[in-house]
């Protein structure tokens, strides 16, 4: 693979490395996840919000750690309530690692010339219908790590990883 200080692409916040094998292929990484928008351009997310009572005779978190000598959750205020009543969200949303067509048009056109460059300084010909090729890498593995801010108590604790529970 070659060194991606080989080429040099101006003015995008985006990583360009070269393919180990074929020199008209590069892959981008741009610096941050973004939410992933919908053919219509609207952002893949959803938030459900409740609100409610606790049914009679119900068993909740706060009653079981009452039961073990435990604090009383709601008692303590950690469990969120809005006029009395228990009260939360879930947030789901989509993200990806992508780049803007305008920006990976930016891209191609200087590494088009860099590569043309290339062949000349080595005294080959560029093959007839050369073309940069622009693609993502494959994550194949990884963690997500998401910190919110409770702007009451400062940062909230992290859940454990999906690993560590089983």
Same mark, same amino acid.
């Given at each position: &693979?070659? /060194? $991606?200080?080989?080429? @040099? +692409?101006? !003015?995008?916040?985006?990583?360009?490395? *070269?393919?180990?094998? =074929? !020199?008209? +292929?590069?892959?981008?990484? *741009?610096?941050? $996840?973004?939410?992933?928008?919908?053919?219509?351009?609207?952002?893949?997310?959803? =938030?459900?919000?409740? @609100?409610?009572n606790?049914?009679?005779?119900?068993?909740?978190?706060?009653?079981?750690?009452?039961?073990?000598?435990?604090?009383?959750? &709601?008692?303590?205020g950690?469990? *969120?309530?809005?006029?009395?009543?228990?009260a939360?969200?879930? #947030?789901?949303?989509?993200?990806?690692?992508?780049?803007d067509?305008?920006?990976?048009? /930016?891209? @191609?056109?200087?590494? !088009?010339?860099?590569?043309?460059?290339?062949?000349?300084?080595?005294?080959?010909?560029?093959?007839?219908?050369?073309?940069?090729?622009?693609?993502?890498? %494959?994550?194949?593995?990884?963690?997500?790590?998401? #910190?919110?801010?409770? %702007?009451? /108590?400062?940062? #909230?604790?992290?859940?454990?990883? $999906?690993?560590? @529970?089983?």
């Open positions: &693979m070659e /060194n $991606p200080q080989d080429f @040099r +692409v101006d !003015d995008v916040d985006v990583t360009v490395y *070269p393919d180990s094998q =074929l !020199d008209y +292929v590069f892959y981008l990484i *741009p610096p941050y $996840p973004r939410f992933r928008r919908d053919a219509a351009g609207k952002p893949v997310f959803q =938030l459900l919000k409740f @609100r409610g606790v049914p009679a005779g119900a068993t909740t978190a706060a009653a079981t750690a009452t039961e073990k000598g435990q604090p009383d959750a &709601m008692a303590a950690t469990i *969120p309530t809005v006029d009395g009543e228990v939360g969200a879930f #947030l789901t949303f989509d993200t990806e690692y992508s780049v067509e305008k920006v990976k048009d /930016n891209i @191609r056109e200087q590494l !088009d010339a860099q590569v043309k460059a290339k062949y000349l300084r080595e005294g080959k010909a560029v093959p007839e219908g050369f073309q940069i090729v622009l693609r993502q890498p %494959t994550w194949t593995d990884g963690d997500v790590h998401l #910190l919110m801010e409770d %702007t009451s /108590n400062g940062l #909230l604790p992290a859940s454990p990883s $999906p690993a560590s @529970r089983r």
